[in-house]
């Protein structure tokens, strides 16, 4: 049996039988992107962190279109980091990242009228 503390999650409003869990697996001491297909009922790991930085609560946003397709962030001011973007797509593993200088992006919303257009709710801590 895997023992995960999960930390965030995401439902897809493309399709509400794909869920995004970020957690922290405690046998491998290991942090993944977990991904159910069945609305929550069992998650398998899709990335993990060796890849992106996870830590205990990445924010979460599942497109409102494409069912295939995951942003979460990473920001932090601790020497001045900044934050970072990524975008996810679980059935290829392609991953890209967006740094910029504020601490955090606490918030993202879809512009209704082209799901493609981001807006960012940017933190600045110091």
């Known amino acids: 049996m895997t023992r995960v503390n999960a930390f965030s999650l995401a439902i897809s409003p493309a399709n509400p039988q794909i869920v995004w ?5 405690r046998d491998e001491a290991t942090r993944y992107i977990w991904q159910s297909d069945d609305g929550g009922l ?12 996870l830590y205990n ?3 979460m946003w599942a497109s409102p279109v494409d069912p295939d397709l995951l942003y979460f962030s990473y920001g932090t001011s ?9 975008r996810f797509r679980p059935s290829t593993g ?3 990242k967006q740094h910029n200088h ?4 606490p918030s993202l ?9 981001l807006y960012l709710g940017l933190a600045e801590e110091r």
């Open 78 to 86: 601790f020497a001045n980091y900044g934050a970072d973007l990524y």
């Open 102 to 105: 504020y601490d955090g992006i």
């Open 57 to 59: 609560g990445n924010q």
């Open 21 to 25: 869990m970020e957690g922290y697996e």
């Open 109 to 117: 919303a879809f512009s209704p009228a082209d799901p493609t257009v």
């Open 42 to 53: 069992k998650f398998r790991p899709v990335l993990d962190q060796s890849r992106a930085t």
């Open 94 to 96: 392609e991953l890209s």
